[in-house]
Nanobody, 120 residues
Framework: QVQFVESGGGLVQPGGSLRLSCAAS????????MTWYRQAPGKERELVAF????????SYADSVKGRFTISRDNAKNTVYLQMNSLKPEDTAVYYC?????????????WGQGTQVTVSS
């Protein structure tokens, strides 16, 4: 059974930082691209970043480019999202998932996500 457990969210002031983690299980982690998505209240879920199987290539939404960094540890079946210079518009629930490519679709059911709130 595939499972994603996201953690690391919280309340942070504008300009602050958070590091999200996603522990994955139930599939061959190292065989898939890994992604971070987010969903703000009243908005559709959007792709924030993806990383290739080996971690050799990453890609980001324009809205987070230069501020967020995705990484992975295949030995721990975990993907991370380092978020710096946070803005109020980054407020959302953040989710991870696996895909076959950067342009593909999420393959598995979503986890519970982790709430990120950026506010003074």
């Amino acid at each position: 059974q595939v499972q994603f457990v996201e953690s690391g969210g919280g309340l942070v002031q504008p300009g602050g930082s958070l590091r999200l983690s996603c522990a994955a299980s139930g599939f061959t982690f190292g065989s898939y691209f890994m992604t971070w998505y987010r969903q703000a209240p009243g908005k559709e879920r959007e792709l924030v970043a993806f990383i290739t199987n080996s971690g050799g290539r990453t890609s980001y939404a324009d809205s987070v480019k230069g501020r967020f960094t995705i990484s992975r540890d295949n030995a721990k079946n975990t993907v991370y999202l380092q978020m710096n210079s946070l803005k109020p518009e980054d407020t959302a629930v953040y989710y991870c998932n696996a895909q076959l490519s950067g342009l593909g679709r999420p393959l598995f059911n979503w986890g519970q996500g982790t709430q990120v709130t950026v506010s003074s």
